[in-house]
């Protein structure tokens, strides 16, 4: 369930951020962020905590509803070909994925990853460079804190893994969903996070 979640941070962070963002996906994307980092922690270190699971039942309806409506963008791309070819679900691939792709995008949408940043309290910075890190930094805390593997953590053969980086990079563009991203993306430059996550 953890990694259902994780994958509903994704959602709402790319909705907000991708190039098709507009005024009805970020009022979703903002809300369903808002509840997924006041509640998700809370899910996994209380499971029986009804509260927390009703806020992220809402959560995920509101993170479906943004990226319905603006697309998601690069870890959705990216994470596709994970499961096809190594039988990850889809959930814990995009929670995989999530920190080093917005690491990689952030720079190119540094407007609205501060603007997310200070929606969610996380900064009072007007510096869009600076509230942006911050958001970074909190996601990436969020990540640590519910546990989610890297690929060799999962016990992916790394000969295996890096024969099929190409394929997976090429696959991932030909989706179209990497397009949607804020800052260009190329096949190498997926080629490189893939071999990232892998740690």
């Not at 990436?140 to 000969?159: C, F, R, V, W, Y």
Request: aromatic share 8%.
């Amino acid at each position: 369930p953890r990694f259902f979640a994780v994958s509903e941070a994704s959602v709402c962070t790319e909705a907000f951020t991708s190039r098709k963002a507009q005024p009805l996906s970020d009022t979703f994307a903002l809300s369903a962020a808002k509840r997924i980092f006041n509640n998700l922690r809370t899910c996994y270190n209380e499971p029986e905590n009804e509260e927390a699971r009703i806020q992220m039942s809402l959560a995920a309806t509101e993170a479906g509803i943004s990226f319905n409506n603006s697309s998601v963008t690069i870890v959705h791309g990216m994470s596709r070909p994970i499961g096809a070819l190594f039988h990850i679900a889809h959930g814990l691939s995009n929670a995989i994925l999530l920190e080093s792709c917005m690491r990689f995008a952030v720079d190119g949408g540094y407007e609205r990853f501060g603007a997310l940043s200070r929606s969610l309290g996380f900064s009072t910075s007007t510096d869009d460079k600076e509230a942006s890190q911050v958001f970074i930094e909190k996601e990436a805390q969020l990540l640590k804190d519910l546990n989610i593997p890297t690929m060799s953590e999962l016990g992916i053969d790394h000969a295996v893994y890096e024969a099929n980086i190409t394929k997976m990079a090429q696959d991932a563009f030909a989706s179209g969903s990497p397009s949607n991203t804020i800052k260009e993306v190329t096949v190498e430059d997926m080629e490189k996070l893939y071999r990232e996550i892998y740690r």
